[in-house]
């Protein structure tokens, strides 16, 4: 196991604390369905999978930069999907993934 | 300690069959049984460029691994080349786990990459490949014919991902999804054809290279 002093994974933000703050500091969210999928879900995660369903041009570039300064220190993998892919591929339901707003309604 | 280094101690300690410890700063030691001790810098970089992987391996001694953490972590052609000049190992984090159980740290390369990198070095119809990028290379053919190919790794390649690889690598003839097991979404697709390059698997690739 890791030698680092206590559990490793102490001091990494929950699901519920990234849910957090992507939605407080990236204002665009608004404009698109945002959710979390994969490994951090169940406690921790080499990367944090994130998918965001929405529109492109101004508003997608926009969020783009927002989300670039939120994840400055966390290990963000986004994925980018149009409202059509995500109907052709049903990713959401595949990959059980679950909206930000809920991950951060459970934040104690 | 910083956050890349907080993940990576935190996935070697889940993982469980090699241990590691921070050493200082960005560098940590990886320990495997029957495996040489791998001495690794984990970086949180966008972009390695030559400059970036002379700077850690010069100020790093004994340095075995370079690691970029972030999913998006780009590699120049460089960089890559100068790594491997050096023995040192380059890629993504998963890469390093492998490498450290398999205990060839030094002569890794990007996992995500490697096999298609290998594939198209190794096809009899190309005459030189020049590796602008980890995902991007210029392919001539033996009949003279030159193509720029990007690769995208993801399952369902989408619309956003090949006009992003196009953004920032700029033109490119083919988009090949690199993926055995992938499909890209017809959006993307048409989002290729919408640029001017083609979204295609290897068979397709293949084919391509052959008529050409």
């Known amino acids: 196991m890791g030698r680092a002093e206590g559990l490793p994974e102490q001091g990494l933000m929950t699901a519920s604390e990234i849910a957090v703050h ?11 369905d945002a959710y979390m999928f994969g490994s951090t879900l169940n406690g921790f995660g080499q990367d944090i999978d994130i998918l965001i369903v929405g529109p492109g041009g101004d508003l997608l570039a926009q969020l783009k930069k927002e989300m670039r300064c939120a994840g400055q220190s966390l290990p963000l993998h986004i994925l980018y999907m149009q409202p059509s892919e995500e109907c052709h591929s049903q990713f959401v339901a595949r990959e059980k993934c679950i909206p930000l707003a809920q991950l951060a309604s459970s934040a104690s | 300690m910083n956050w890349q280094i907080k993940y990576a101690l935190a996935s070697f300690a889940k993982a469980g069959r090699s241990t590691a410890e921070h050493v200082s700063g960005e560098v940590i030691r990886i320990m495997t049984q029957d495996q040489p001790d791998v ?64 205990g060839d740290a030094n002569s890794a390369a990007h996992k995500v990459y490697k096999f298609s990198d290998r594939l198209l070095r190794q096809y009899g119809r190309v005459a030189k490949v020049d590796r602008e990028f980890d995902r ?70 293949k084919d391509c290279l052959s008529k050409a």
């Open chain 2, 39 to 102: 001495l690794a810098a984990i970086t949180a970089v966008e972009t390695v460029n030559q400059a970036t992987a002379a700077q850690y391996r010069e100020q790093i001694a004994g340095l075995d691994f370079l690691c970029g953490y972030r999913a998006s972590c780009v590699w120049e052609g460089e960089a890559i080349q100068y790594l491997e000049q050096n023995r040192v190992g380059w890629g993504n984090f998963g890469t390093l786990g492998s490498a450290a159980l398999d």
């Open chain 1, 22 to 32: 992507l939605l407080g500091t990236c204002a665009s969210l608004e404009h698109f």
């Open chain 2, 136 to 205: 991007i290379h210029s392919v001539t053919l033996r009949s003279g014919v030159t193509f720029r190919i990007g690769m995208i790794a993801d399952y369902e390649p989408t619309a956003d991902e090949v006009r992003t690889l196009w953004e920032r690598f700029g033109p490119v003839d083919i988009v090949w999804n690199i993926n055995p097991n992938g499909t890209p979404q017809p959006d993307a697709n048409e989002a290729g054809r919408a640029l001017g390059c083609e979204v295609m698997k290897w068979d397709e690739l």
